[in-house]
């Protein structure tokens, strides 16, 4: 089992930045590659980025390119979302998430999730 803990979640001015983490504990040595996700009410949930964990390669949602950057510390099981120049519509809630297989970083069909951290930006 592999356990997910994110934090840096809150509230934040529009164009300004969070950084969202997400630390990784339990069989760690099984993960391939971390992703995050985020959700609003009544709408199925969208990837934003995704790391793999041994090489570090990123993928990003075309919505977040150039605004939104992943990385990972591998010593920590950590992975790290960086998200500046924030808009109104990034208020949702963000999901970690830890897949043990390679498989498309965007689809959502993870093994492991953590439980969301809060993002909200206000005007």
């Known amino acids: 089992q592999v356990q997910l803990v994110e934090s840096g979640g809150g509230l934040v001015q529009a164009g300004g930045s969070l950084r969202l983490s997400c630390a990784a504990s339990?069989?760690?040595?099984?993960?391939?590659?971390m992703g995050w996700f985020r959700q609003a009410p009544g709408v199925e949930r969208e990837f934003v980025a995704a790391?793999?964990?041994?090489?570090?390669?990123?993928f990003y949602a075309d919505s977040v390119k150039g605004r939104v950057f992943i990385s990972r510390d591998k010593n920590k099981n950590t992975v790290y979302l960086q998200m500046n120049s924030l808009k109104l519509e990034d208020t949702v809630v963000y999901y970690c998430?830890?897949?043990?297989?390679?498989?498309?970083?965007?689809?959502?069909?993870?093994?492991?999730w953590g439980q969301g951290t809060q993002v909200t930006v206000s005007s």
């Open positions: 998430a830890a897949s043990t297989i390679n498989r498309d970083p965007r689809s959502s069909d993870y093994d492991y």
């Open positions: 339990g069989r760690t040595f099984s993960i391939y590659t």
């Open positions: 790391i793999t964990l041994n090489s570090a390669v990123p």
